[in-house]
């Protein structure tokens, strides 16, 4: 502790020098960790990524076990401190001590960032199959019963990076070199299924049918009845696509790029629809209906045009689906609802930052990915515990970090209990007691 000058030279207040030390005791600025610790504890998030890593350590010398570093690791990425290299100065901050499952003052410190790059270089190629295996089966887990619907939305999107690391590619899209990392997240709910590091390229269609593959498959193996619906945009509409999701008796929807024999089916449309449009109208949509076959597809599948004049011109967007209804309706309300993807995948890599993948070796990076992936699944279990019509369903990762996790506390360790002093003022305080209520098993 420090009583020496800290932030010299303050201007004074009402005639009052104004001073600053840093001997306040045991404070943290990351209260809202325990509630973490509690979604973590529910989840089992740390045995997910941990449990396969291969332990050769000595029994006789370890002191942080790997499943302790997964849990610091990922409750500091969920409180904003994305870098292995800020433990170094947290290893002591009493509230993470307690997240981590350690008293704050008797409690040894957290791992170190030279600890925590030994465990993220430790995982090879099984391990990683392993823990996203986890990853998938953890998602059928949080479920309290087998839903009779889920939606698989899969993305990727470009993750740069600036030195020599494995798989970095150049992409001229993305303005540089990257990886071009797959998501899967489930559409309704938002909750993460599983990412995969890969190189800075769009993924073939025998790629993105392989992924798919593993994941249907985990999910059918613990519901065989539920129905699966797949959402992508046009670059996952590859024949090996079609061709498993047939065969796996899955829902689809899928974005179509457009051809020359697309748009010769749709000239008419747009003829039509620009006829019909007026100044007075913003838009004006029509939907049709026709049978369509690339010639690398294994049969003709059911294709829908959104055809739209507006004082630009016209367009047409195209879809293959294999659902029933009316097109208007497939395309507007079950397509284009795919949007969220885009802030689920902003959530992670913005919020968590998962595009900090600096390590060498892909290994490496695709465990600091699932690192993330964790730290995502937190604050999501967080937002999902709020009431259901409250501001924190709709909430960014950064205003439940800023509000709920970002909070002042005492922390005194006494000799039968912890306990923890937040501020009297303390903003939202009902709020955060009532999610730790629905997170925690032992809350009255």
Known sequence: MQSTSFLPGLSPVQSKSLTAAQDAGNLSSNGGAIVLREAAMRLGLADVIAGPLPETRNPLLVTHSYADMVMARMIAIACGYEDADDLD??????????????????????????????????????????????????????????????????????????????????????????????????????????????????????????????????????????????????????????????????????????????EAHAAPWHERCRMRWKPSLVRMRRFHQLKYAAGSWSRQEKVIARVEATALGTDARFIVTNLQGRAKVLYEKVYCARGRMENLIKDLKLYTRSDKTACHRWQANQFRLFLHQGAYWLLHSVRLAAPKKSRWRGATFATIRNLLVKISCRVEELRTRIKLSFPPHLPHAADIALIAARLCPQAP
């Not at 690391?165 to 797959?182: D, V």
């Not at 519901?223 to 090996?240: F, M, N, Q, S, T």
Request: net charge positive; with cysteine; aromatic share 6%.
């Open 89 to 262: 100065d947290l290893r002591h901050d009493p509230a993470l001590k307690i997240a981590c499952g350690r008293a704050p003052d008797t409690g040894s410190a957290l791992p170190s960032q030279p600890t925590i790059s030994r465990m993220e270089n430790l995982a090879d190629l099984k391990v990683l199959y392993r823990i996203g295996i986890n990853n998938i089966d953890l998602f059928c887990r949080s479920y309290t019963a087998a839903p009779a619907a889920i939606t698989l939305d899969i993305d990727d999107t470009d993750d740069r990076v600036h030195g020599g690391q494995q798989l970095a590619l150049f992409n001229t899209h993305a303005g540089g070199h990257c990886f071009q990392p797959i998501h899967i997240f489930e559409g309704n709910s938002g909750k993460p299924i599983l990412s995969l590091i890969r190189p800075g390229k769009r993924p073939s269609g025998a790629e993105i049918a392989r992924v798919l593959r593993h994941v249907i498959y985990r999910i059918r193996r613990r519901w065989r009845h539920v129905k699966i619906l797949v959402r992508g945009d046009g670059h996952y509409c590859a024949p090996e696509v079609l061709d498993l999701l047939r065969k796996q008796r899955c829902d689809y929807i899928l974005g179509l790029p457009t051809n020359r024999t697309l």
